[in-house]
């Protein structure tokens, strides 16, 4: 076996490519793909993400900040990228790089407008979000009038497609929210064909509206998690393959004797002999502090060696008492046998956070 020889996060694109075909297969042939890509590609790599998801096929890409979509296209993605949450400081780099911009409020549409008349565009393709109750980002259903007078004999941009966003597609307790959502879009939708005289395509769904909603998949469906191989449920992680593997190894080990303490603030305390390993990452990294005292672990060896005391900027230590181990072996914070879900659920949070919490200090090693 390969030696890591420091903290690593392995990125599959085996199981990436995996986790796209089993999200295709709940679709129809004919529906659009939209792999989301923001934030790094959710902690892991955004531009070999994208190479690899463009070769497979994806139709769009999603980032959520400008930045993002310039630095996809800086990498030669050609695909069409959608930003969902662009800020009018950054319109002109989004025209500069032909990226499409999620259109959410009176005041974006009037910004972008104008933007777009600076620079002469024609028919540039934006998408417009509707807000069906997330209450974070869109217009509201009573806009769809304005939307279009605004719209009215000019033709600086062309509305490919309109959005929503599910507020709890992953919940079943939530279902008739969801569909109650999904309805409103649909009002939405004809009422604003209506007054363009054409059909903008419509895209709602996220991961978990993929599996849950599956009549509300329109022309695109959004997936991030998904893609990186979690689905929300116990029942959907099993088909899938977590893309991010973060694997450290173990730079000391040390012997802790009954009465003695490890870490600041000697938050632990050995009432037993002890064998501590100190492993080279830490809050810094991602691995906040609510790991500690106990309840996060890793794996050394197969065998779970919880996270001890307080965890430290760059290290924390774990308890490997009865675990047959060695400075320099392997420890695995998360991956296959010990999912990101699991390990987020340990310090009170999600499968999102803890995979874009790891820091870019961390060598992402492709595999
Ligand atoms: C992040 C995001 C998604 C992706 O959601 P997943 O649950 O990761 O599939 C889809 N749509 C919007 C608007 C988002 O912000």
């Not at 993400?49 to 463009?54: L, V, Y």
């Not at 996220?206 to 329109?218: R, V």
């Not at 991602?286 to 197969?302: A, F, N, S, W």
Request: proline share 4%; charged share 20%.
């Amino acid at each position: 076996m390969d030696r890591i020889g420091e903290t690593v996060l392995e990125i599959h694109l085996d199981a990436l490519a995996h986790n796209y075909n089993y999200l295709k297969s709940k679709l129809l042939p004919e529906t659009k793909f939209m792999a989301v890509v923001k934030a790094f590609a959710y902690g892991s790599d955004m531009v070999t993400i994208a190479k690899k998801m463009e070769n497979l096929g994806a139709d769009y890409f999603a980032v959520a900040y400008v930045k993002e979509g310039v630095l996809l296209r800086e990498a030669g993605i050609t695909t069409p990228i959608l930003v969902l949450h662009p800020l009018p400081v950054n319109f002109e780099q989004l025209i500069a790089h032909q990226l499409e911009p999620s259109l959410y409020s009176p005041k974006i549409l009037t910004e972008f407008l104008k933007t777009a008349q600076e620079n002469n565009l024609e028919d540039y393709p934006v998408h417009i979000k509707f807000n069906t109750g997330l209450n974070r980002l869109g217009f509201w259903e009573n806009d769809v009038d304005h939307i279009s007078k605004q719209l009215q004999n000019r033709n600086e941009i062309k509305v490919t497609a309109i959005l929503s966003h599910l507020a709890a597609s992953e919940d079943p307790n939530e279902k008739k929210f969801s569909d109650t959502q999904i309805e409103t879009f649909k009002k939405i939708s004809a009422a604003l064909d209506e007054k363009l005289g054409y059909r903008p395509f419509r895209h709602v769904l996220n991961t978990s509206g993929i599996i849950n909603y599956p009549d509300a998949q329109f022309e695109m469906v959004r997936s991030g998690i998904g893609l990186y191989g979690y689905g929300n449920s116990a029942d959907e992680d099993v088909h899938l393959r977590p893309v991010a593997q973060l694997k450290t190894i173990i730079s000391q080990l040390h012997k802790i004797e009954p009465g003695e303490t490890v870490g600041y603030n000697r938050a632990f305390s050995a009432n037993t002999p002890r064998i501590s390993a100190t492993l080279p990452l830490g809050h810094a990294d991602g691995i906040g502090r609510q790991y500690g005292h106990g309840k996060g672990h890793v794996l050394v060896k197969g065998q779970k060696a919880p996270i001890i005391g307080n965890v430290c900027m760059d290290m924390i230590m774990v308890d490997v008492t009865g675990i047959d181990c060695a400075e320099g072996d392997e420890a695995l914070v998360f991956g296959a046998e010990h999912s990101a879900d699991t390990f987020a659920s340990s310090g009170q949070t999600i499968s999102y956070e803890i995979l874009t919490a790891i820091s870019q200090r961390i060598r992402r090693i492709i595999k």
